[in-house]
T-cell receptor
Framework: GESVGLHLPTLSVQEGDNSIINCAYS??????FIWYKQESGKGPQFIID?????DKRQGQRVTVLLNKTVKHLSLQIAATQPGDSAVYFC???????????FGTGTRLKVLA | DSGVTQTPKHLITATGQRVTLRCSPR?????VYWYQQSLDQGLQFLIQ???????AKGNILERFSAQQFPDLHSELNLSSLELGDSALYFC???????????????FGPGTRLTVL
C-alpha cells in the first residue's frame, strides 16, 4: 500500500485499550474541525467533526474534544481494534471560508 | 467504496509535461475538492468547486488549474510539471450548500502522479 508521511509520529496501543490522538491546530479563527482516518492505499475517510461552539462530541466508539484556549483537538477511540490501525488527520476550517488545513497526521498501530 | 471515482489510478510522466486528472463525484454531490498529498507536505487543500463555480482556493500553484463541468465532474490540470509535483492527488465530494458543519467530504482513491 501507499506510505504516507514516513516520519509521522506513531502511537502504539494494545488491542482493547483506549487511544488518544492529539492535534494542535494553527488558526484561532477556525470554527470547524474534522478528524479523518486514512488506511494504507486509500483516501481519507471522515470520522467525526465538531464546531467551535462545542467542547465535546461523541460518535460510535469515538469522541472528539476541543480546547479552544490552547488550540488543541483530540480524538479518543474506545476499545481500539486492529481495524483502527491507520493514519489519523485533524483538519481545521477558518471561519467564513471553505478552506481546510490539515495536520501532519499520527500513525496508530494496534498491537494484538 | 466512497462513490467518488478518480482516473487514472497511476500516471508517470516527465518534467515539463502537462497532465489532466479526472474526478467524478458521488451522485447528488455538488461540491468537489482537490487535495495534494506528498511525503514532505502532508495533505494540502488545493481548490473547491460548488456547482460549477470556484468556491475556495488553497495552496494551488499557478501552474495548476481546475474546473467543474455542467455534469459536475471535475478535472485538475497540472502543467510544466516538476519533480516536486510527484504526489497523490485526491478528489473529494460533498453535498455542498452553505453549512460546513454537516457537509461531509467523501474522498476518492486518489491518482498517484510520478514525475521523472
Amino acid at each position: 500500500g501507499e506510505s504516507v508521511g514516513l516520519h509521522l509520529p506513531t502511537l502504539s496501543v494494545q488491542e482493547g485499550d483506549n487511544s488518544i490522538i492529539n492535534c494542535a491546530y494553527s488558526n484561532s479563527a477556525s470554527d470547524y474541525f474534522i478528524w479523518y482516518k486514512q488506511e494504507s492505499g486509500k483516501g481519507p475517510q471522515f470520522i467525526i467533526d465538531i464546531r467551535s461552539n462545542m467542547d465535546k462530541r461523541q460518535g460510535q466508539r469515538v469522541t472528539v474534544l476541543l480546547n479552544k484556549t490552547v488550540k488543541h483537538l483530540s480524538l479518543q477511540i474506545a476499545a481500539t481494534q486492529p481495524g483502527d490501525s491507520a493514519v489519523y488527520f485533524c483538519a481545521e476550517s477558518p471561519t467564513g471560508t471553505y478552506k481546510y488545513i490539515f495536520g501532519t497526521g499520527t500513525r496508530l498501530k494496534v498491537l494484538a | 467504496d466512497s462513490g467518488v471515482t478518480q482516473t487514472p489510478k497511476h500516471l508517470i510522466t516527465a518534467t515539463g509535461q502537462r497532465v489532466t486528472l479526472r474526478c467524478s463525484p458521488r451522485s447528488g454531490d455538488l461540491s468537489v475538492y482537490w487535495y495534494q498529498q506528498s511525503l514532505d507536505q502532508g495533505l494540502q487543500f488545493l481548490i473547491q468547486y460548488y456547482n460549477g463555480e470556484e468556491r475556495a482556493k488553497g495552496n494551488i500553484l499557478e501552474r495548476f488549474s481546475a474546473q467543474q463541468f455542467p455534469d459536475l465532474h471535475s478535472e485538475l490540470n497540472l502543467s510544466s510539471l516538476e519533480l516536486g509535483d510527484s504526489a497523490l492527488y485526491f478528489c473529494a465530494s460533498s453535498v455542498g450548500g452553505t453549512s460546513r458543519g454537516s457537509d461531509t467530504q467523501y474522498f476518492g482513491p486518489g491518482t498517484r502522479l510520478t514525475v521523472l
